[in-house]
């Protein structure tokens, strides 16, 4: 009976442990896939404002659409960037092993600061790059001898306070690129606009013109 009773908290232990690191693994994946559907998007903020920029005044018009463009680029972007940079990070930090914090903060403040400039080059390029570093550090976490251990891994979960203490910084840094890869594409499409009214300008004179001749 004793020996029965054994196997049985055995088979249950190994249940657990079992249930646990699907949830682990089922949650980082699931994450990973939302990281780079949403990351990966050149326009990172859907909430657009300007829809409620309804006066007949041109410049208090033009008044609130700056108002709205600083509300979007600089308020809600480094809230969204703060929490996918700080999720990333903690993921990191409990599965990666033997990995400072200030490593974790350099490595995921990279990634999404190099998903978000290949975003504006390539969203299937961002999207590629923004999954494979994630996937990666999985597929070696599971490898690794004691990722399957739930000590060591609720105590790598008790350093994630430590995470905080510099992330302002990289925060800083994610959020200046986005802003000069938004300024310079801010640019290009008025020199494409500017192109397509010069383009567009000899067709209606044209067009004119034979009106009046007629």
Not at 120 to 136: C, G
Not at 194 to 214: F, G, I, K, L, Y
Request: charged fraction near 15%.
């Amino acid at each position: 009976m004793a020996l029965d009773f054994t196997i049985i908290l055995a088979g249950e232990s190994l249940l657990l442990n079992l249930a646990f690191f699907t949830a682990v693994i089922v949650i980082y994946s699931v994450f990973v896939f939302y990281f780079y559907r949403f990351l990966a998007k050149k326009n990172l903020i859907e909430l657009n404002l300007n829809q409620y920029n309804r006066y007949a005044n041109p410049a208090l018009v033009k008044f609130f659409a700056a108002v709205f463009y600083v509300i979007e680029y600089i308020v809600v972007l480094p809230i969204l960037t703060f929490f996918w940079f700080a999720i990333l990070s903690i993921l990191i930090l409990i599965l990666a092993k033997g990995i400072e914090v200030q490593t974790i903060l350099l490595i995921s403040a990279a990634l999404v600061a190099a998903v978000r400039i290949t975003s504006y080059v390539s969203e299937d390029l961002s999207k590629d790059l923004a999954k494979m570093l994630p996937f990666t550090l999985l597929a070696i976490a599971i490898t690794t001898s004691g990722f399957f251990e739930i000590g060591p891994l609720i105590a790598r979960i008790k350093e994630v306070p430590g995470l905080f203490k510099n992330i302002p910084y990289y925060l800083l840094f994610i959020v200046g690129i986005e802003l000069i890869m938004r300024t310079f594409s801010f640019i290009e499409s008025l020199f494409h606009t500017v192109r397509a009214t010069e383009e567009s300008s000899p067709t209606e004179q044209t067009t004119e013109t034979e009106s009046a001749t007629e």
